[in-house]
């Protein structure tokens, strides 16, 4: 089942999500300042293209006050207008019975977007 809402995912706009993921990551890891930034945002353009099958979790690795600075300057430039346009179209799709699974990743990319800093991608 993970594979084909990932096929419709994909042909209904998740290429172009995760195309424009990973050329903003390039992007930002123009400068050195930007790598750390530019990375996560290419590993959550992967997730975006095949996001059924793979939960966002807790980091193993203890990153402690240096996450939390990351993430803080993540928010500010940009990060809160990411996860709230994700929220948005998870919102969308949850209005109809069909696009709840579509909504539900959505959410799931939300949660990544908001605080990249970490969090991991665990596929099952």
Request: aromatic content about 12%; hydrophobic content about 60%; charged content about 5%.
């Amino acid at each position: 089942m993970n594979f084909i809402g990932n096929i419709i995912w994909v042909l209904f706009g998740g290429f172009f999500l995760s195309l424009g993921y990973l050329l903003g990551g390039l992007i930002l890891c123009l400068t050195i300042v930007g790598i750390p930034f530019g990375l996560k945002v290419m590993r959550l353009g992967l997730f975006a293209m095949w996001p059924f099958g793979g939960e966002v979790v807790q980091g193993n690795k203890p990153m402690g006050c240096l996450s939390l600075l990351l993430n803080v300057l993540w928010i500010i430039f940009g990060g809160i207008e990411v996860a709230l346009g994700h929220l948005l179209m998870g919102v969308v799709f949850c209005i109809t019975i069909i696009g709840i699974p579509f909504g539900l990743q959505h959410f799931k990319l939300m949660t990544l977007a908001l605080m990249p800093f970490g969090h991991e991608v665990v596929r099952k």
